[in-house]
């Protein structure tokens, strides 16, 4: 059974950091595409940040980029994604995600393109 569990939220007060893991278990996604996704109560599940199979290549959304870093290592089946500088408006659920087979950059930024999720872990942020 594939699972991904995802760790490491918490409360931080604005301007603090926190480091999300994900932890997989059951396959290897060592020749997919990972992200990390959120959503914020009563919005839409939005698209933070992505990194190619073999870590080489990382994409962020607009309003994380330059504060936050997507890392994975395939040889402990891990990903993480350090949050610095953080703000209120970064407060969601976080979840992690992984493709099932190798898919085009284009597909990396929709949830409906991945197929394996976490559970979500809460960030909230204090201002």
């Known amino acids: 059974q594939v699972q991904l569990v995802d760790s490491g939220g918490g409360l931080v007060q604005a301007g603090g950091s926190l480091r999300l893991s994900c932890a997989v278990s059951?396959?290897?996604?060592?020749?997919?595409?990972m992200g990390w996704f959120r959503q914020a109560p009563g919005q839409e599940r939005e698209f933070v940040a992505a990194i190619n199979w073999s870590g080489s290549s990382a994409y962020y959304s607009d309003s994380v980029k330059g504060r936050f870093t997507i890392s994975r290592d395939n040889a402990k089946n891990t990903m993480s994604l350090q949050m610095n500088a953080l703000e209120a408006e970064d407060t969601a659920v976080y979840s992690c995600?992984?493709?099932?087979?190798?898919?085009?950059?284009?597909?990396?930024?929709?949830?409906?393109?991945?197929?394996?999720w976490g559970q979500g872990t809460q960030v909230t942020v204090a201002s």
């Open positions: 059951g396959r290897t996604f060592s020749t997919t595409a």
């Open positions: 995600a992984a493709q099932g087979r190798p898919k085009l950059r284009s597909t990396y930024y929709e949830p409906a393109q991945y197929d394996y």
